[in-house]
């Protein structure tokens, strides 16, 4: 069960005003009490005095009568008069018959036939006189547990309506959230327009502008995908029709020689359609990939690896391989993709140069970069068309070597995601591509 | 009827080549716009077949620079482009007809014949003069209701001045028709064609204007 926001916000802001309310209501409960004590006590004091003042005049013994109760809080107040022989002379009916306290003067707590009181005990100015007046304890205990009611019952009441209220403003404050869940929640998955950002609370708003450009790579990654489908099942037809008419060809001809070349264009065509699946799945794959480089790549070593796979072909071509590297070069990238480079550009070099001369692969460092470089002796690609070359499916006029157009775009991907930049320029001898690692 | 294709895939366009010729048609292939456009300037055609994607000069932009020299030639597109704004496009242009890859030669050659007919003013499928009927589509010559057999490029000849019956038709604009480019022209070969026409037909169809060709009178 994940954890509700509403249900979080709404506990814990009960929590905090029940939390703060009950510390204030008991710092006010003991604030008030102790305030309250000391009035009683007060009361007790001046009472003790009025008897003082009382006590020196000869008294018979009378009964002291407190007037009715007026008010419930109205206390119950007790006192003694003892004399010097500690004699009880004087004491209110409520008032037992034995000392109150034993301390003389000031302030104590006592438990007499089994209920508790608070005494104040004076002499008079004589020292002869010793007057007690005391209050029940539990009357006054009575007292304070009303206050502590008093405090407490608006908290009784007010807390679920307390709640209530903040169920009702957290809901409301996170409706723009229900809101875009619903709205992301009711999308066709090919909608990938942006959610409206402005009208959304600011705590939300990062959220939305996150989810966008989500949704903005998503769009550009299905629009990549879709052109390239789009271009790969343009690019297939040519050739398809080119077989299909080569085999009609065969089909309709009484000449055996030329049925026998139809034939074999048939054959040409395959190869040629197989390439172009071949490159159109590298390419697909390349442009899926993250740009995980974090490995170390040895380019002479993947380069010698490539070069021999190309070897016995470019010999059967009458084509010289050769690799000119000093010491190993390292640069981080991945290695597949690496491998999948040099293969096209030395396989481009091979196609495009005549027999008998050489392709040379180079590897080197110029100013602290690393320099790849495949140099051919072909007919190398007119000024005017260099920039071109490698767009997807690009051929340039008069290419007779079998191509697909799509191993330059290979190139400059692979490229791309190694943050290297691909050159194309003429040589002395043919057209060099060269790559520089940062 | 020398037909021109423009197409700049190599096995496509030798194919294209290949079948058009066994079709019964003189082809030149260009592999670019550019050439294209220059040949069409001096040679003539009976029909264009174009490819759209070309090198140096696109075919959209060969066929509206053909449309505005008021060049009349039937002009096919046949192109891997298949959406319908292509198709409008490329027929705005000034195309014929459209034709999207992969395609069948059979339908290739039907689409040519009956373009070609258009553009000639006669709709009708077979040909017919002085009693000779030729369809195009099958190569079939009959003359009063019998089956006569004629050699490819006596068929050829006879389809040319058919086609412009009650036109005179030059020995050169009949060899043009009869010869793609490098194509090696007999000296007298239309004479032969000709000789060999009226031995297997009867001698009156074809007129001889002398000095300025031949005529198949309508």
Known sequence: MPISLKQRLLLLSLTTVLVVWVAASLFTYFDAREEFEELLDAHLAQSASLLV????????????????LLHKYSRQVAFQVWNEERVLRLHSANAPTQLLATKEQGYSDNVIEGKRWRVFSTLDAAENNLIQVAERTDVRDELAEGIAGNLLKPLLVSLPL???????????SLRPLVKLTAEVGQREPENLHALEVASAPAEVQPLIERLNQLFARMEASLQNERRFTADAAHELRTPVSGIKAQAQVALATIDDEQRRHALDNVILGCDRATRLIEQLLTLARIDNLGDDLTESCPLKAIAAEVIAQIAPMALKQDVRLELCAGEEHVVNGNPLLLRILLRNIIDNAVRHTPSGT?????????SGLTCLSVTDSGQGIPEAELSRVAERFYRPVGTTASGSGLGLSIVKRIAEIHHATLDLKPSSTGLTVSLMFK | MRILVVEDDALLGDALQAGLKLAGYAVDWMKDGASADQALLTEPYAAAVLDLGLPRLSGLALLQRLRGRHHTIPVLILTARDTVEDRIKGLDAGADDYLVKPFDMGELSARLRALI????????AALSAGGVELDPATHKVRYGGVPIELQAREFAVLHALMLNAGRVLSRAQIEEQLYA?????????????IHHLRRKLFSRLIETIRGVGYLIPD
């Open chain 1, 53 to 68: 003042a009382q006590s020196s005049h000869d008294l018979d013994e009378i009964e002291t009568e407190h007037a009715p």
């Open chain 1, 358 to 366: 050489e392709v040379k692969i180079n590897v080197s460092a110029i």
């Open chain 2, 117 to 124: 007919r258009r553009s000639s003013g006669k709709p009708a």
């Open chain 1, 162 to 172: 307390l709640a209530l209220l903040l169920w009702i403003a957290v809901s409301r």
């Open chain 2, 181 to 193: 480019w490098g194509e090696e022209i007999e000296s007298n070969a239309v004479e032969v064609h």
